[in-house]
C-alpha cells in the first residue's frame, strides 16, 4: 500500500510540474503586409508569425488567442493575445529574443503570466479603434490615412456619432455572411477628433465589434457628412439592420486598434 501511495504521489508532482502556464502578450503592429490577424491557409498573418515564432523559441507548438480578428490591412498600436506553454523562461529575455526573431512590422512590447481563466478576447471589457482621414495631399500620412477628396461637416458626423450610442444591434454594419451569433453591441465614445487644419481621426470604443462594423460605420459617417444622408436617415439605416442601406466599407490601411482594455490589468502605452 505504502508503494502505490508513494507512485501516486509522484505521478500527481510530475503531472503538475507539466501543468501549463498562461501568458499574455503584448505587442502593435503594421498590418499592411499582412491578409488580417487570423490564420489563413494561403497567405500569412500576423497570428501565424507570432506562433511560429513563439514556436521556434520555446521549442514547443504554440497557438496564440488573440483579442479581436484584425482584418487584411488593418494595424494595430495595442494588441493583446495569450497563450499557454509548460516552459519556464525568462519573460524579459523572450521578449528580447521576440522582437529579434519578428518582422520589423511586428513588436512586442511584454510578456507577462495571467491567471489560468484570463482569455484575450472574452475577458476584454472594451476595444477602441482609430480611422484616420486627411483632407489635403499629404505623401507622409497617405499609407495610414485615407484622403477625402470633398468638404465634410463634421459636426455633423459628431452628432452621428451621439446617434450610434443609443442602439445597441448594429447588424446594418456588419459584413454580409459574417458568422455570429449576435449583432448588440455597446458603443460607449464615437467622436471625430482634429489633428490639424487637413486631418481628423474617428475614435469609437465598444465592448466588442463585428466583422467590418468600424469600416462600414466610418462610410456611413461619411455620407452624413457629405450632405448625402440625414440623421433622420441614419436612424433608419440602424434600424434597419440591412448592411446594403448602410455606406461603403472605408479602405482598410487608414484603420488602427487602438487599445483593449481588461479588468485588474495595468495596459502598456501604446509602443
Known amino acids: 500500500m505504502r508503494i502505490e501511495n508513494c507512485k501516486l504521489k509522484i505521478i500527481c508532482t510530475f503531472a503538475q510540474n507539466l501543468e501549463k502556464m498562461r501568458y499574455f502578450v503584448w505587442f502593435s503592429y ?33 497557438q496564440v488567442t488573440g483579442a479581436g480578428r484584425t482584418d487584411a490591412g488593418v494595424h494595430a498600436r495595442q494588441m493583446a493575445a495569450h497563450f499557454d506553454t509548460e516552459s519556464d523562461f525568462d519573460a524579459a529575455m523572450l521578449t528580447k529574443k521576440l ?72 447588424g446594418a454594419f456588419c459584413k454580409a455572411g459574417s458568422d455570429v451569433k449576435t449583432t448588440i453591441c455597446h458603443v460607449t465614445h464615437a467622436q471625430w477628433h482634429q489633428i490639424s487644419s487637413s486631418e481628423w481621426y474617428f475614435e469609437i470604443t465598444a465592448n466588442r465589434f463585428l466583422r467590418n462594423m468600424v469600416r462600414a460605420v466610418v462610410g456611413t459617417l461619411i455620407e452624413v457628412g457629405r450632405g448625402r444622408m440625414s440623421l433622420t436617415n441614419f436612424r433608419q439605416v440602424i434600424e434597419g439592420k440591412q448592411r446594403t442601406q ?23 502605452s501604446p509602443l
Open 246 to 268: 448602410a455606406g461603403e466599407s472605408m479602405p482598410a490601411k487608414a484603420l488602427f486598434l487602438e487599445e483593449v482594455v481588461y479588468p485588474l490589468t495595468s495596459n502598456p
Open 30 to 62: 503594421d498590418g499592411t503586409n499582412y491578409h488580417g490577424w487570423q490564420v489563413q491557409p494561403n497567405g500569412v498573418t500576423v497570428q501565424s508569425e507570432l506562433e511560429r515564432c513563439l514556436s521556434l523559441l520555446l521549442r514547443e507548438q504554440i
Open 99 to 170: 522582437n529579434g526573431l519578428l518582422h520589423y512590422d511586428i513588436a512586442v512590447d511584454r510578456i507577462e503570466p495571467v491567471a489560468s481563466d484570463m482569455h484575450a478576447r472574452f475577458s476584454a471589457t472594451s476595444r477602441t479603434y482609430h480611422y484616420y482621414i486627411h483632407t489635403k495631399k499629404n505623401p507622409f500620412i497617405q499609407q495610414y490615412s485615407q484622403e477625402m477628396h470633398y468638404q465634410l461637416d463634421f459636426d455633423q458626423m459628431n452628432e452621428a456619432g451621439r446617434v450610434l450610442m443609443e442602439y445597441h444591434d448594429f
